[in-house]
């Protein structure tokens, strides 16, 4: 049973365009929403991360969009750069809840051509 | 600033060996994670500690055991390595109760069991 389900597996962009990749979940105590970048032979690192009383959130090229009530997010990445290319982990938690953990999405393999 | 580190950061197993993963964090945080990585799988939990003296398992715990050692270490160990543990080991820490519950992870273990 997977709780949070991400789109697409891969994604190729060219240089200057625009990256899409979306979640779904099913909890509706989840709370907080971040997503994780990954970039070969590291580990995953906080990118950005939203919470549910707002429908998006910008950091510089990086946008989040919340959607309360379809239960989805979605990461937009704009102006897309070859140094983006990595893979990109949705992720969910019910922060007041007593086990402390993330449910993770499967992950989406950006790759962004020059 | 290191963060969370983990060692070894390669290993190579043969069927039945046992080994153990180290784990260590300079953040003062309170819990801490083990996931696996797997290809198309996304990331896992195996077992997480939310506070000194406390474990509990994740969602794939089979075959694994952990020891919370004290507040900065968190320990895996395989008892019998299968081939089927062969995968990316991550450990991973954060400050429970802080805004966003941020989850900061190591560079990851690459385990190969022969």
């Known amino acids: 049973q997977q709780q949070v389900k991400q789109s697409p597996q891969s994604l190729i962009v060219q240089k200057g365009g625009i990256s899409i990749i979306n979640c779904a979940y099913e909890?509706?105590?989840?709370?907080?929403f971040p997503w994780y970048q990954q970039f070969p032979g590291k580990g995953p690192a906080l990118l950005i991360a939203?919470?549910?009383?707002?429908s998006e959130k910008k950091e510089g090229r990086f946008t989040i969009s919340f959607n309360k009530s379809a239960k989805q997010f979605s990461l937009h990445i704009m102006d897309s750069q070859p140094g983006d290319s990595a893979t990109y982990f949705c992720a969910a938690i019910n922060s007041g809840g007593s086990n402390y953990k993330l449910t993770f999405g499967k992950g989406t393999l950006l790759t962004v051509n020059p | 600033n290191a963060g969370v580190t983990q060692t070894p950061k390669f290993q190579v197993l043969k069927t039945g060996q046992s080994m153990t993963l180290q784990c260590a964090q300079d953040m003062n945080h309170n819990s801490m994670y083990w996931y696996r990585q797997d290809p198309g799988m996304g990331l896992r939990l195996i077992y997480y500690?939310?506070?000194?003296?406390?474990?509990d398992k994740g969602e794939v715990p089979n075959g694994y055991n952990v020891s919370r050692l004290n507040k900065r270490e968190f320990s895996l160990r395989l008892e019998s390595a299968a081939p089927s543990q062969t995968s990316v080991y991550f450990c991973?820490?954060?400050?429970?109760?802080?805004?966003?519950?941020?989850?900061?992870f190591g560079e990851g273990s690459w385990l190969t069991v022969v």
């Open positions: 909890n509706t105590a989840f709370d907080y």
């Open positions: 500690s939310a506070s000194e003296g406390t474990t």
């Open positions: 939203i919470r549910p009383d707002v």
């Open positions: 991973a820490s954060s400050l429970v109760g802080s805004s966003g519950n941020t989850i900061y």
